[in-house]
């Protein structure tokens, strides 16, 4: 049986009628990070159900239906799964497709086109919610036990690279406008700003810091 088949049609059933925040067919948010897994039909099949459960319980019981490994995977995506949030991010940190599927997830919600759909103040406040997702998730060293301090690092990181990049774009850009070089402070801005950007790649894995330089249009 085409289990990805089979995934598509219930997710096309259950998300009928539902729309996203910016008032768009939530299924096609579905389609696209089912459309981002192209190497595993596993993983693919979780993809399409990955808030069925969540968002649309009255289709659940129809998960019993599909393979053990593929109700793994949903499971572990389903927020309820978990105690609170270190213990769901760690639990899908330790499953090689459920956190594919869950980075598909985030990159297509924290994508800027999609965040420029939304009031400027929503936008900000989901930016944070997925950045401390990616800080938890994208940790290269994260250890296995909860709560996490990596992830806490992380987001001070993620914070300090957020900060200079502004400052050091706002200070390139009073120069630029006075036709001027880069003034001594704004070189020193800048080389900050790359040394912790550097460390923040580091600490990440690549998966995760390119998707937080997409959400702040860093790359």
């Keep these: 049986m085409d289990w990805v088949v089979q995934a598509l049609t219930l997710a096309n059933q259950a998300h009928a009628g539902q729309q996203d925040k910016a008032g768009q067919p939530y299924i096609e948010h579905v389609a696209r990070v089912a459309a981002a897994i192209d190497d595993d039909d596993t993983a693919k099949a979780a993809a399409w159900l990955h808030d069925v459960v969540e968002d649309c319980p009255q289709y659940a019981p129809q998960l019993a239906a599909f393979p053990a490994p593929i109700r793994d995977i949903v499971t572990l995506l389903n927020r309820h799964s978990a105690a609170d949030a270190p213990h769901y991010y760690a639990a899908i940190r330790q499953h090689p497709r459920a956190l594919k599927v869950k980075l598909a997830d985030i990159a297509d919600n924290a994508h800027p086109r999609r965040l420029l759909q939304l009031p400027p103040e929503v936008a900000d406040r989901l930016r944070g919610k997925y950045a401390a997702a990616l800080a938890a998730l994208g940790a290269r060293s994260a250890s ?34 006075l036709g001027e070089d880069p003034s001594t402070h704004a070189q020193a801005l800048i080389r900050v700003r790359d040394i912790v950007l550097a460390e923040l790649e580091a600490q990440m894995t690549p998966e995760a810091f390119l998707l937080w330089s997409d959400m702040y249009t860093l790359a």
Excluded: Y
């Design 144 to 177: 296995t036990t909860v709560p996490d301090p990596a992830s806490t690092r992380l987001r001070s990181l993620m914070e300090a690279a957020r900060t200079l990049v502004q400052l050091a774009d706002e200070a390139g850009a009073h120069a630029s406008a």
